[in-house]
């Protein structure tokens, strides 16, 4: 007869967002540490990774957004807002979209792909069903393959 392996529960890695590391800090699982810059900081993360996720901590739709793309082959970075940071990072996520042109209205999880605002879940699940989430993944360079 064969033991059973006991089952153990393993901590999910935490990330605070008042930690005190410089902005741009990737730590464990590509987790986004931030004190809570200016807009500066915010476009030097959004410029640093190929595809960075902006969400609230512990929302589900990020954890959907994030395992989507790390069943594609990417590893997205996340930047987990807590509730009371949520409108001032709206604010500067937006300012850096119009930068760009762009005067949408923002919403959580937003996918920043290549340097530029993607969208929100809806959009990045339909690139995704119609077979074009891949070629703009490789195109930012998120993927290789």
Not at 21 to 30: F, H, I, K, L, Q
Not at 69 to 92: K, M, R
Not at 121 to 126: E, R, S
């Amino acid at each position: 007869m064969q033991q059973a392996i006991p089952y153990k529960s393993w901590p999910l890695p935490c990330v605070n967002t008042t930690s005190h590391r410089a902005p741009s800090t990737v730590g464990r699982n590509n987790l986004v540490q931030s004190k809570g810059g200016g807009s500066k900081d915010m476009l030097n993360i959004v410029s640093e990774n190929a595809v960075i996720v902006f969400a609230r901590k512990d929302c589900c739709m990020s954890h959907v957004v994030r395992r989507l793309l790390l069943t594609l082959g990417v590893n997205p970075a996340v930047y987990e807002i807590d509730e009371e940071d949520v409108v001032g990072v709206l604010n500067q996520l937006e300012m850096i979209c119009k930068d760009d042109g762009k005067d949408k209205m923002l919403q959580l999880p937003a996918v920043f792909i290549g340097g530029r605002l993607f969208g929100g879940l809806d959009k990045v699940m339909a690139t995704h069903i119609s077979g074009d989430l891949v070629p703009v993944l490789k195109d930012a360079g998120a993927l290789w393959l």
